[in-house]
């Protein structure tokens, strides 16, 4: 297969897990025979400090005729100093998110039983966990009519949201639900929010095209705390833009750490893949940014062409480096000089060597010694 992937490494440890991404879809390219190309593009504060601009014209230009997008992560903590900022990174992502109509957001939440002592919930609490989170993307309170008074002391946020935006996304996740344990969660705010019993009356609506998927019914406020409580009584979580953000870090205490977790951001005509980090700008070039979130990622990419084989190697490859504590700080408690880098090295090892992976790493190496 042939795919032209935009690259979009953005700000703080963007460029580095992004890397890592790039170099296993080159070695699954070589693997599988694959034509992978990447056009490299500018956004967030990057961009602000070489256009002016956090989402210029080219980087929408290369996304556009792109195959699929592999965004890295966005902000500078130089633009939270000021609250009055009016140009900011965030818009970028924002910006890319609604030129590309990229309306759902599908987040993975896996409990990694080698992972199970990272969390500090309870192993018993969180073993088995495997939530997919729906979060609508490109409407809600982020998108909606801001306004400030004159005087500066009154403002607020508009969460709008139409039917056309919560069946596009809902159909999504009921289809999601029943290839999987068949349940289906809306989480909202019926009880005060308007938008929120727009969504539950609409979900209502459409649960009888999907009569094998139970559907149950949760305020944001509950769902947070039974994510906590009860993490393996959820499958497939459907919310609202705000909501979805808010539970999918939350989700980040599950499996042990935020590094982990990937996403697939998915339209009518385009699609991008990125970690749900954000930028940790103080972390940038200190070799300790985990990028198996970013190398989940550009799995997600690939089960987005139906490339099924490619995307699970790369998983099994994820799985094996945590099984031998080939992680960054975040997670790695085994070996204290694993760098962004050689987690990269050593996926992309596993994937040109699966079978010879585990007897000798010759591209990994720990001080003087090699993994054997």
Known sequence: ?????????????????????????????????????????????????????PLPEATISTCEKADAVLFGAIGNTKYDIDPNTKIRPEQGLLGLRKTL???????????????????????????????????????????GEKKLSEDGNTASDICQYTRHEIERIAHLAFQAAQSRKRKLTLVDKANVLESSRLWRRIVQELAPQYPDVKVTYMYI???????????????????????????????????????????????????????????????????????????????????????DDEAALIREAVDKSLKLHITTPDLNTKYDNITTTKVGDFIEDFINNPDETNLNFTNIHLGQSTII
């Open 101 to 143: 109509d990229l309306y759902t957001n599908i987040r993975p939440v896996i409990a990694y039983e080698d992972l199970l002592n990272k969390s500090s919930l309870k192993k018993s609490q969180i073993k088995d966990t495997n939530i997919l989170i729906y979060r609508e993307l490109t409407s809600g309170i982020y998108f």
């Open 221 to 307: 406020d509950n769902a947070a705390m039974e994510l906590i409580i009860k993490p393996r009584q959820f499958d497939v979580i459907l919310t609202e833009n705000m909501f979805g953000d808010i539970l999918s870090e939350e989700a980040s205490v599950i499996v042990g750490s935020i590094g982990l977790l990937a996403s697939a951001s998915i339209g009518k005509d385009h699609a991008m893949f990125e970690p749900i980090h954000g930028a940790y700008t103080k972390a940038a070039n200190k070799g300790i940014a985990n990028p198996i979130a970013s190398i989940l990622s550009a799995a997600m990419l690939l089960d987005h062409f139906g490339l």
């Open 1 to 53: 297969m042939k795919l032209n992937i935009a690259v979009l490494p953005g700000d703080g440890i963007g460029p580095e897990v992004t890397a890592q991404a790039v170099k296993v879809l080159k070695a699954i390219a070589m693997e599988f025979n694959h034509v992978f190309t990447f056009d490299y593009g500018l956004v967030g504060a990057s961009a602000i400090d070489k256009t002016g601009i």
